[in-house]
């Protein structure tokens, strides 16, 4: 679900790739990792069988450079294609600001993509919404393949909102940049719709083609008490978060959150932000803080075994063993993710990350913290990150109860 945060600056929004098994979503999220610069995306997460079908999802974090000093983060997740996995495309879906179907447009395909929409009203009916409502667009992939439904064809059984349709390759990447600028500006136009933000209004005494020449999507200045809505260009923002008889290939938006976007793929890289390193053995400060003066996160949560593991993670981090504090949080969410997940015969990278997203657990989060426990098995855990780790499980732990 989007969300503004006033006191980090941030917007993040979700946008889900939805269609048949084998249509082109994870090699749509593929493309979009391979394009854009690494300072500017997250790790690419795909938890796949042993013929690149998606088992549970993919996760790939995009950050658009700031706009008058909002971040703006984009979680893009894609749905595992076969009916028999719906549990999780339901749960992938939760929370989506926006919805990108896409297609094989194959012929022989046909049928599939007419079941894998339905089934999207459908989960999206379980949950309250009706497609018509929300951000979505599609993508109309495999136009590079023989035997093709024309795209007057698809809109006949796929399209039935008119929303905007790009005629994709995803292993080339034709179209598919041009969808997620597309989708981008729907999924904003329908924050400004639901009065999350408003569109700026000009200046008293100004022309009227002010609102329209501002050189940026997010306007730093709040009204005069810090808080309320985000003043955004009107001429970035519709309506409607659907546009009928919309060409493929073209942007809806044609100012900055296109532009943005596509400086990612075209910005110098900046530098790395400095790494924290482990202290040196011999260093007799452990932690300056909370643990130093007697408080700890434990006290959080109530008597128990979870209560115990965390009691026992904190110990580790007074003794200043980092790497062994981070292992034994990885260890307690293993087995945590062993008992709460409903999903069987999963593996052990794909049950913990199936199970974190279960719990509501950002994708972010749990990256971090894989990529923490992965700097503890080699043995380079610093304190920071044997902190995190406790932040971590009491987070958690608090999210199962």
């Known amino acids: 679900m989007s969300s503004v945060n006033l006191y980090t600056k941030e917007i993040s929004l979700k946008i889900v790739y939805y269609g048949p098994g084998l249509g082109g979503k994870t090699s749509s999220l593929q493309y979009i990792h391979r394009a854009i610069k690494p300072d500017s995306r997250g790790q690419l997460v795909s938890l796949s069988t042993g013929v690149d079908r998606t088992l549970y999802f ?3 974090p995009v950050k658009l450079p700031k706009l ?7 979680q893009l997740y894609t749905v595992p294609g076969q009916v028999h996995y719906n549990s999780t495309r339901k749960l992938v879906l939760t929370g989506a600001d926006g919805i990108v179907f896409v297609a094989d447009s194959q012929r022989a395909r046909r049928e599939a993509n007419v079941e894998s929409f339905q089934n999207l009203q459908d989960n ?18 495999k136009r590079d393949m023989p035997e093709l439904l024309s795209a007057a064809e698809l809109d006949a ?34 924050l400004r719709r639901r009065g999350v ?60 959150i296109a532009s943005s976007l596509q400086a990612l793929a075209e910005r110098e890289q900046e530098p790395a932000p400095p790494s924290l390193s482990p202290l040196a053995p011999e260093d007799k400060v452990v932690d300056g803080g909370m643990l130093a003066r007697g408080a700890a996160l434990s006290e959080i949560l109530p008597p128990g075994p979870m209560r115990d593991s ?25 087995d945590l993710a062993r008992g709460g997940s409903a999903v069987g015969g999963v593996g052990p990278q794909e049950g913990p990350a ?24 080699s043995g380079g855990a610093s304190s920071a ?9 009491v987070d958690v732990a608090l999210r199962a109860k």
């Open 197 to 256: 933000w408003r569109a700026e209004a000009p200046p008293a005494g100004a022309p009227a083609s002010a609102a329209t020449t501002a050189p940026s999507l997010v306007e730093d200045s709040l009204n005069a008490g810090g808080t309320g809505p985000i003043y955004v260009p009107a001429n970035e923002l519709r309506d409607e978060p659907s546009y009928p008889n919309k060409e493929p290939g073209t942007d809806p938006s044609g100012t900055t």
């Open 68 to 74: 008058r000093g909002y971040t703006v983060r984009v």
């Open 354 to 377: 199936l199970y974190a997203l279960m719990i509501g657990v950002s994708g972010d989060r749990y990256l971090r913290f894989r990529e923490t426990a992965g700097r503890a098995a």
């Open 385 to 393: 990150d044997a902190l995190f780790s406790i932040v971590f499980l």
């Open 58 to 60: 993919d996760f790939l």
């Open 310 to 334: 965390v009691v026992g993670v904190e110990y580790l981090v007074h003794r200043g063993d980092y790497a062994g504090a981070v292992s034994a949080a990885m260890r307690t969410f293993n």
């Open 124 to 141: 999206l009916r379980e949950q309250g919404l009706a497609l018509e409502r929300m951000p979505h667009l599609l993508q109309y992939n």
């Open 157 to 190: 059984v796929v399209n039935p909102h008119r929303a905007p349709a790009f005629e994709t390759s995803a292993t080339t990447g034709q179209g598919v940049f041009e969808a997620l600028k597309s989708i981008t500006t729907l999924v904003l136009s329908d």
